[in-house]
């Protein structure tokens, strides 16, 4: 009866408090860890994360951030250096992203319009399209696997680190970078180098 008492008693903290399923531990509890949530359950009150505006949590072990869309308000993510092979952010908006030194194949990020820095080196990328990201300032995608690379629509691009990939050709024209690194790929020429009056370094060794 006592078991029964204590069920009708829970029942109505489920009922009315929304919360999101976390079913990775390493997430839950670097959380945890962060003050974000009490224990390891296998979820969390959105009202502890749907204002949270930064969050890292790089270097955790952790292997999926599913439930990451609950953090409606986010805009600053590290989750660099974890086990991640799949990152699903399309129900977030974020201005700054660093997801390198994961397993990842593929990400969408056209839903961040005011994505200024997008960091994803070290992981598996083939191809990228940051082509709706127009507010990019910085770009960073060292030691991934690209033979191609558009950042023409990234018109404010200030730093753009592609080296160590498979990069046939890099068309920079209509930009003015200040920093430029793009060494060893397979590049025989940088189209339209001369747009990027302001240009401070410029790195392309091992072409």
């Known amino acids: 009866m006592r078991n029964i008492i204590l069920i009708f008693l829970c029942f109505p903290f489920f009922a009315h408090a929304q919360v ?20 390891v359950d296998g979820f969390v009150l959105n009202s502890r994360v749907d204002t949270l505006t930064s969050l890292i949590v790089s270097a955790c072990n952790i292997e999926s951030l599913v439930g990451i869309a609950a953090f409606q308000s986010l805009t ?17 908006y974020l201005s700054y992203l660093d997801c390198s030194d994961n397993q990842l194949i593929e990400i969408d990020v ?27 300032l910085y770009f960073e ?7 191609s690379l558009d950042v023409s629509n990234n018109i404010f691009l200030t730093e753009l680190w592609c080296n160590d990939n498979n990069l ?20 025989t020429k940088i189209d339209n180098l001369s747009d990027n009056i302001s240009l401070k370094h410029l790195s392309c060794s091992g072409n």
């Open 20 to 39: 999101t399923l976390l079913p990775d531990s390493n997430f839950e509890l670097t959380l945890v860890n962060l003050g974000l949530d009490n224990m």
């Open 76 to 92: 600053y993510l590290d989750c660099s250096s974890n086990n991640l092979d799949t990152l699903d952010l399309t129900n977030n």
């Open 110 to 136: 056209s839903s961040h319009l005011n994505l200024q820095t997008f960091k994803c080196s070290y992981n598996e990328f083939s191809q990228i399209d940051i082509s709706l990201n127009t507010s990019l």
């Open 141 to 147: 995608c060292i030691k991934n696997k690209l033979t």
């Open 168 to 187: 046939f050709d890099l068309n920079v024209a209509g930009i003015d970078m200040y920093v430029l690194v793009c060494d060893n790929n397979q590049l």
